[in-house]
């Protein structure tokens, strides 16, 4: 159903006013299908203890949500907008599925090392922080054997 979606987006030469009408319809309908599909596969290679070292990394990402959320914002803005490269309506859709996809490659990395020397992301860090009304404890204690 979303490949049909894709094909008629193709056919109408992704123009806003189908887009944002008929051309939902495929996805919209799909999503609840494709988002139980995705759960399952990932708690079936859970359960199975396959691909940990990405499992682990995706748990990191996860722990500093909001931390990462902002990155990615301020990393597009710097990529698309005049104070940084002004890419914006210069790149295709290849470009930009590339561009996320580094963008999300280089979180999975910086997210779990962050986090083997920190309890928290900072954003979470300094949320918690006025949550409580006191200064979190930010550094990860190790055990010293």
């Given at each position: ?97 590339g561009l ?17 020397r920190y ?27």
């Amino acid at each position: 159903m979303i490949l049909f979606g894709v094909y008629r987006h193709f056919e109408a030469g992704w123009a806003a006013e189908y887009s944002m009408i008929g051309g939902r319809l495929y996805a919209e309908c799909a999503s609840h299908i494709r988002a139980m599909g995705w759960i399952s596969m990932w708690v079936l290679i859970c359960r199975a203890g396959r691909l940990d070292w990405l499992t682990l990394r995706l748990a990191g990402v996860d722990r500093m949500a909001i931390t990462n959320y902002l990155m990615h914002s301020v990393i597009a803005s710097l990529v698309f907008y005049g104070i940084g490269l002004g890419l914006v309506g210069k790149v295709d859709r290849v470009e930009l599925l590339g561009l996320a996809v580094l963008i999300g490659l280089f979180q999975l990395a910086t997210s779990h090392r962050w986090l083997q020397r920190y309890r928290f992301g900072p954003v979470e860090w300094l949320w918690r922080s006025l949550t409580y009304w006191r200064k979190q404890p930010m550094r990860r204690v190790h055990d010293k054997e």
